[in-house]
């Protein structure tokens, strides 16, 4: 759909084709038809691939609004993947004999630099850069920093492709042997990818600031094609060029180097430096959607890729299929590539639909037994679509980048759909966080055993601490002052702090360091999480643009402080519904969704515009009391508003404005669906009673029920359409839909 594209979708895309490309390395699938068009694919275009990731790491982590935080986190899971990785290749190692004469020296070498297994030097090389790139930011100036790495990789460009030339000088041959005591390589942390990281750094520090405004008003616009209008203004077209004329001199590059014999390896060109910008800024200038699934997936290709050469090998071998499988290059290259595809797709499937392996028995209360049936006696009703909300569940986590997570809001009974039926399927799909409004919504989960992190936003009277522990539910600071107020319980409390970067609602200011810094000292409090709330995120003037931008600026400088001062933020988060949808790449720790999750949007234009993708949970149905005639002349409900001009048919609804039905939808504004067809409400509204025409549906019997939201035949009665009807938006008419209400699954 055109109106979700968002920027760097793209780079998704294209991290799996350079995971294949890998691949390519590996396998020199072009090798039996010619060894130019080999060399040209493994040693020439495949080069880009490693530098790719390095300058979307550089983009994600190192760049504009990228916190300490976030920086560590990073840093820590991708040593632990790399630890992973170490693990899964030993065997590998210790049959391929790498470890045979293993010293201290060879294996720090290998641990820093070379990596344990032949393709895994990209994780020690990329933690490696990242902390030397990350202080070179810290202390020097931008071109300095710009100027080192940029040195650091012409002095590796001399130990790899232009080793030829290099050893010329006997003074600098030596000096270099020595180095390849060190490393084997010189593309590694250290010479190889700063310069990649610092490069995708800069880019996203560097991003026109109008780009924002000037992406969204593509599709407002209207146009047809909003992709290439926005690959255009986003000036895809110069760096096509640029990566077109760049990809040519450094194939030039390449196989002049080969020809004279001067390359030691060939990791490293000049070209590739303006090669790989050039794509990058190409691929960024591409919009689509952003898809954390082929993040992860393009991760895993390359992290098994090795395994599953070896793999094909084994299995090839008992086969007799050794000729077919392994020595054609371009059937090894596609077996191992569809294996490595399959394999990561199963991977992150089983991830990401929330197979769950701590599994806690959830007491099923099976209210689909007597549903829907009209047996079962119920007078007014929502039936909610489980259906609709995997998918809803589904599309938000698709917009999520990597180890962020889902944080449902389910306060106001789960916008009115019931907290217990939501909560308690959310936990059984995986999500473990949840936020609410007030203590009494926490306590009340917790007795429907959901299970998780309860966040809750609002004010807890310190009457009510006591729960706060019991229950085990985190509290929102509200600020420094609540802070003091909530330490003072004397027990270990956990809590959120809230920071106001411009709302003005709750939370401390963010100007306010020192009372923040407060907060952290407090000795009863555990400080799991710093967040801040947007109060424009749904709004399209540039003028509310540019508060989204103020306020996540402030957020982010003031955890910056924070984290300076020795005050650790370990999960922030700012985004709610209409963020997540809108600005995906400001998602941090957590996104608080809300009215996203029941498949709407708070009214009808953002819900066409921004949540196409959503599919809406609740149907709102009432029983039918009783039919009748109204003979003419007579008159229907409080006030005599209604007044027959010729015969009619009543029906008598059992649901009234105590359910939460607008009274405002009286005497004919608004209408209900029966049997399919419209049925205007006439009279007033009464506080459990309303009253429809149904003289034109044949067949309606009381008994029977009727549709107030939802679908039946051709027509649809939307909570967007209530909202618009009545002035106000779908978070109100949910949020309001009454206690008396039963909330069942619909039968499936
Ligand atoms: C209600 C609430 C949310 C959820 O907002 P939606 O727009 O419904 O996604 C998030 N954060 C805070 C602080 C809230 O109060």
């Known amino acids: 759909m055109a109106e979700e594209k968002k920027l760097s979708g793209g780079l998704d895309y294209f991290r799996v084709a350079a995971a294949l490309l890998v691949i390519a390395i590996h396998t020199a699938p072009l090798e039996a038809v010619s060894e130019t068009a080999d060399f040209f694919l493994t040693r020439v275009l495949a080069r880009l691939a490693v530098p790719f990731f390095f300058l979307v790491t550089g983009y994600f982590v190192l760049g504009r609004d990228k916190t300490s935080s976030r920086l560590r986190r990073f840093l820590v899971r991708t040593f632990l993947f790399y630890l992973g990785a170490i693990f899964l290749y030993l065997p590998f190692g210790i049959y391929a004999g790498h470890y045979e004469h293993i010293t201290f020296g060879t294996a720090l070498r290998m641990f820093l630099f070379d990596g344990s297994f032949y393709h895994l030097w990209y994780f020690p090389a990329c933690i490696l850069g990242i902390l030397l790139v990350a202080s070179l930011k810290r202390f020097l100036p931008l071109k300095a920093t710009a100027a080192v790495t940029g040195i650091l990789y012409l002095l590796g460009l001399m130990g790899d492709s232009y080793y030829g030339l290099m050893v010329k000088s006997a003074l600098l041959a030596s000096l270099y042997e020595a180095g390849f005591g060190l490393w084997s390589y010189t593309r590694n942390g250290l010479f190889f990818a700063p310069v990649f990281l610092f490069l995708g750094a800069w880019i996203s520090t560097n991003k026109p600031e109008g780009s924002l405004s000037l992406r969204e008003g593509s599709f407002l616009s209207d146009q047809k094609e909003p992709c290439m209008s926005g690959f255009y203004a986003c000036g895809g077209l110069r760096f096509l060029t640029g990566f077109l004329l760049s990809l040519l001199f450094m194939s030039a590059e390449a196989f002049l180097l080969r020809h004279f014999k001067i390359p030691r390896h060939d990791s490293m060109y000049l070209f590739l430096v303006p090669s790989a910008y050039f794509l990058f800024r190409l691929l960024l200038s591409v919009e689509c959607k952003p898809s954390a699934r082929l993040r992860a997936v393009s991760t895993w290709i390359y992290l098994l890729h090795p395994a599953l050469i070896i793999l094909l090998r084994m299995v090839a071998k008992p086969l007799h299929l050794t000729w077919l499988l392994v020595e054609n290059p371009f059937i ?24 769950r392996w701590k599994t806690t028995k959830i007491p099923e209360v099976n209210p689909m037994k007597n549903n829907g049936s009209f047996e079962s006696g119920r007078r007014a009703w929502i039936e909610l679509d489980r259906t609709a909300l995997h998918h809803n569940v589904a599309y938000l986590k698709s917009l999520l980048p990597e180890n962020c997570r889902l944080m449902p809001a389910v306060k106001a009974n789960a916008y009115g759909h019931g907290a217990k039926l939501i909560a308690q399927e959310l936990n059984l799909l995986g999500i473990d ?11 009340r989960l917790r007795k429907y055993n959901v299970t998780g992190e309860i966040l809750i936003l609002g004010y807890t009277h310190p009457s009510q601490f006591p729960l706060l522990y019991r229950y085990h539910l985190t509290q929102t600071v509200v ?18 702090v809230g920071i106001d970067t411009g709302m003005h609602r709750l939370g401390e200011r963010s100007e306010n360091l020192e009372h923040l810094q407060s907060i952290f000292r407090l000795e009863n409090l555990v400080v799991d999480g710093v967040f801040t709330h947007l109060c424009t995120s749904d709004g399209q003037t540039a ?14 400088r003031t955890v910056e402080a924070l984290e300076a001062l020795g005050c650790t ?51 709102l149905k009432a ?24 015969k009619r048919r009543l029906a008598i609804l059992a649901i009234g404005y105590a359910d939460g039905l607008p009274r405002s939808f009286s005497c004919g504004k608004g209408f209900v669906l029966i049997g399919g067809k419209k049925a205007p409400i006439i009279g007033r509204i009464c506080m459990d009673q309303t009253i429809v025409d149904v003289t034109e549906i044949p067949d309606v019997a009381a008994g029977g029920y009727a549709v107030l939201i939802g679908s039946w035949g051709q027509h649809q009665i939307t909570a967007c359409d209530w909202a618009h009807a009545t002035g106000t938006i779908t978070n109100e008419i949910l949020s309001r839909l009454g206690g008396r209400l039963e909330r069942v699954w619909k039968e499936e």
């Not at 003072?488 to 956990?494: M, P, S």
Request: proline letters at 3%; glycine letters at 8%.
């Open 479 to 496: 600020d420094a002052s609540y802070g003091k107020c909530l330490n003072e319980f004397g027990e270990k409390l956990h809590v959120h």
């Open 623 to 646: 029983r039918i009391a009783s039919v009748k005639e109204l003979l003419p002349g007579e008159s229907a409900g409080y006030g005599i508003c209604y007044t027959a001009k010729e």
């Open 543 to 556: 003028e509310e643009e540019n508060y989204i931008r103020l306020q996540a600026a402030s957020f982010y």
């Open 332 to 355: 090894q290259f596609v077996c191992v590539s569809a294996m490595a595809v399959g394999a990561a797709f199963a991977i992150t499937a089983l991830k990401q639909h929330g197979i």
């Open 433 to 443: 966080a949840f936020c609410v409004a007030c203590a009494a919504e926490g306590v």
């Open 569 to 619: 933020c370990p999960r922030i988060h700012l985004l709610s519904s209409y963020g997540l949808l809108r600005h995906p790449e400001m998602a941090e720790d957590y996104v608080r969704a809300g009215i996203a999750l029941y498949g709407v949007l708070s009214n009808s234009d953002d819900t066409k515009r921004w949540g196409s993708s959503l599919k809406p949970v609740l149907s």
